[in-house]
């Protein structure tokens, strides 16, 4: 299995800002993912992090609104830009090992 | 493409009594199955898992799953639930040759009563 940590746990940012949230692995995954979570509901897919080269993004999300970075298999950043009370949600990162992914504990953002 | 119904979003239930968590999905290829937990204000942790071979998987809390092909379900049961089970439990699913990708279903709230 894979232990998943995220940084910050939790944040309460203003209108039109910007955060940027941190995935650490701790050891290798071929795969990486970013979900969201919005409040009381189930997890969507945001995109999968790919080492080296642009994020995969799922339908309604775009790369300039949610910017990913993956420079090594062990680390990943989601940033959140411009961000509205829309984007309120918690943010799960993932990573695959073994046919299974397994997730971090979650960001969870309040816009104000 | 797949699907994941979980047919009940709240099951109440008493301390110590049975519990059946259902979860149906629609898939035109061969899958893998997991149910993970999400304990309240926390990440989802991975329950069980059925990937092959024995249809019936077992957690080390007490949770089991069944794989049932011709009905397309891997429903969650426990045979005496405890406070602390208290949770929403995501049951997903992932196509095989279709890539890595998760399809979660919308969630079943467990409260667990004294």
């Known amino acids: 299995s894979a232990v998943i940590s995220q940084k910050p746990s939790r944040d309460i940012c203003q209108r039109g800002t910007s955060l940027t949230i941190q995935c650490q692995v701790d050891?290798?995954?071929?795969?990486m993912f970013w979900y969201r979570q919005q409040p009381g509901q189930s997890l969507t897919l945001i995109a999968t992090a790919n080492q080296g080269s642009e994020a995969t993004y799922e339908s309604g999300f775009v790369i300039d609104k949610f910017p990913i970075s993956r420079p090594n298999l062990t680390f990943s950043t989601l940033t959140v830009s411009n961000m509205s009370p829309e984007d309120s949600s918690i943010y799960l990162c993932?990573?695959?090992?073994?046919?299974?992914?397994?997730f971090g504990p979650g960001t969870r953002l309040t816009v104000l | 493409a797949q699907s994941v119904t979980q047919l009940d979003s709240q099951v109440p239930v008493f301390e110590e009594a049975p519990v059946e968590l259902r979860c149906n999905y629609s898939s035109s290829v061969s899958v893998y199955l997991f149910w993970y937990v999400q304990y309240p204000n926390q990440g989802l942790q991975l329950l069980l898992k059925y990937l092959s071979g024995s249809t019936l998987v077992e957690s080390i809390n007490g949770f089991e799953a069944e794989f049932n092909k011709s009905q397309t379900s891997f429903h969650l049961r426990k045979p005496s639930v405890h406070i602390s089970d208290t949770a929403e439990y995501f049951c997903?699913?992932?196509?095989?040759?279709?890539?890595?990708?998760?399809?979660f279903g919308g969630g079943t709230r467990l409260m667990v009563k004294p």
């Open positions: 050891s290798q995954v071929t795969m």
């Open positions: 993932s990573g695959e090992g073994g046919d299974t992914q397994y």
């Open positions: 997903a699913v992932r196509g095989l040759n279709a890539g890595n990708m998760l399809t």
